[in-house]
């Protein structure tokens, strides 16, 4: 099993910037990618950007490209998410994900909320 803990949420004003950090313990040497995404009230959740545990190689949507950024730390087996020039419409929770070839599983975070507001 892989347990997942979000943390840096919180209220920004438009424009400014947060950044989520995801910390993975457990069986991490399973894990294949880690991912961040985002669920807004009455919106399907959204993947916003993964990293390949084996490259890391990165994809971010285009939703996001040019303002999030999605970066790893494996001496801190953590994931981050800095997240630029936020706008009122980025406000959701924000989830951790990790996926593992190998057990054919996904595991996911509790969640932080991001609020954009003035």
């Known amino acids: 099993q892989v347990q997942l803990v979000e943390s840096g949420g919180g209220l920004v004003q438009p424009g400014g910037r947060l950044r989520l950090s995801c910390a993975a313990s457990?069986?991490?040497?399973?894990?294949?990618?880690m991912a961040w995404y985002r669920q807004a009230p009455g919106k399907q959740r959204e993947l916003l950007a993964r990293i390949n545990s084996r490259d890391d190689s990165t994809h971010v949507a285009e939703s996001v490209e040019g303002r999030f950024t999605i970066s790893r730390d494996n001496a801190k087996n953590t994931v981050a998410l800095q997240m630029n020039d936020l706008k009122p419409e980025d406000t959701a929770v924000y989830y951790c994900?990790?996926?593992?070839?190998?057990?054919?599983?996904?595991?996911w975070g509790q969640g932080t909320q991001v609020t954009v507001s003035s």
């Open positions: 994900n990790a996926f593992s070839v190998v057990a054919t599983s996904e595991y």
């Open positions: 457990g069986r991490i040497i399973i894990i294949s990618s």
